[in-house]
């Protein structure tokens, strides 16, 4: 079964740091262009990143710019997540799929071979 599995959620203080990993099960990273999304409770699923298969393009929703970062080790098969300065709302179940990676992360529907997601909680 073709999916992603995503890791490194936890809990975190405001202003803290976590890097999320999003490895492939059944098949090979280097090829796709990778997206990050989240969603929080009660919420529809946002695109928060994206990045070319070569590595080369990113793109960043508003909200994140400045504090989070995606890259990848096509070696180690696996797409990841720097957060900083984390905030509160940044409280979410934080996703990876394959899909595209153009001007902007793409609609929820453009994406595909989800994982289990992995819990990121901020606060005090």
């Known amino acids: 079964q073709l999916q992603l599995v995503e890791s490194g959620g936890g809990l975190v203080q405001p202003g803290g740091s976590l890097r999320l990993s999003c490895a492939a099960s059944?098949?090979?990273?280097?090829?796709?262009?990778i997206a990050w999304f989240r969603q929080a409770p009660g919420k529809e699923r946002e695109g928060v990143s994206c990045?070319?298969?070569?590595?080369?393009?990113?793109n960043y929703a508003d909200s994140v710019k400045g504090r989070f970062t995606i890259s990848r080790d096509n070696a180690k098969n696996t797409v990841y997540l720097q957060m900083n300065s984390l905030r509160p709302e940044d409280t979410a179940v934080y996703y990876c799929?394959?899909?595209?990676?153009?001007?902007?992360?793409?609609?929820?529907?453009?994406?595909?071979?989800w994982g289990q997601g992995t819990q990121v909680t901020v606060s005090s």
């Open positions: 990045i070319s298969s070569s590595g080369g393009s990113t």
């Open positions: 059944g098949f090979t990273l280097n090829y796709y262009a």
């Open positions: 799929g394959v899909g595209p990676c153009g001007l902007r992360v793409g609609d929820r529907s453009e994406y595909r071979y």
